[in-house]
């Protein structure tokens, strides 16, 4: 049984069709590539699944129990963790409590500051994130260094889920490979991860499955083992690949 699943999944934004009936399912255990061109509705699929975003239409299902997730309270609830494209880190607070952030441990009813640099350290020393000290200021950070702390920030949270929206898209190679070493990690830990990228050389080598989207849909879906970079990379460029070969189908250069 699929650990999560959604079905026909619709969602428009004013006159835009941002998802058109997905269909998209992941085991545990299993890392998923989410592949495809700028716009074509990764990260809004990731939002629902993650209950920012409500659908307009479909379903979701968790164990394979159907759940409308009223909000993002209520998908972490039910072990989904995300790191979103815009990381959504707090600039003006500490790294420390980035990682922590609205989890803050307690004592006596006041954030253990102690704790939660200890553990926020271990954390980042695990993932290999080399930080000066975790008690600077996020707003101090290069962007790869923001990056790996909403990374740590979500293998933190734990979760059955891990969604990455483009997770090494501003690093360096270095910190690239510890991204991918980290989703093998999980992946051991019987944790399912959805990685959004557009790297498919990343993708090959750590996702078991790759499915790409294409105008608010699902175009295409590959096991990596049975598939190769060139037939992926035409997956994603879909009828731009079959006009550049094969110049226009009709007068309004539209492939049919
Ligand atoms: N909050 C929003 N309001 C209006 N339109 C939106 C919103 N979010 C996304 N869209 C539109 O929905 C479509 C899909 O966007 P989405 O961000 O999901 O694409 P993406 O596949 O993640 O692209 P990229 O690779 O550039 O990150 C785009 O046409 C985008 O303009
Ligand atoms: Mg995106």
Redesign the pocket.
Known sequence: MPLFEAVGVRKR??G?D?LRGVDFSIEPGEVVGLM??????????MKVIAGAYRPDEGELRMDGEPCAFTGPRAAADHGIAVVY?DLGLVDERTVAANVFLGQEPRRFGVVDGRRMRAEARQVLDQLRIRIPSVRMPVAGLSGGQRQCIAIARAVHRGGRLVLLD?PTAALGPQQQDNVLSLIKDLKKQDKAVVV?S?NVDHVLAVADRVVV?RG?MVSGVRRVAETTAAEVVGLILGDTAAFALDGPQDSQGETP
Do not use: I, P, R, Y
């Open positions: 934004f004013g835009v941002a495809g061109d700028n716009g074509a509705g990764k990260s809004t699929l494209q483009e959004v557009h989207m608010g």
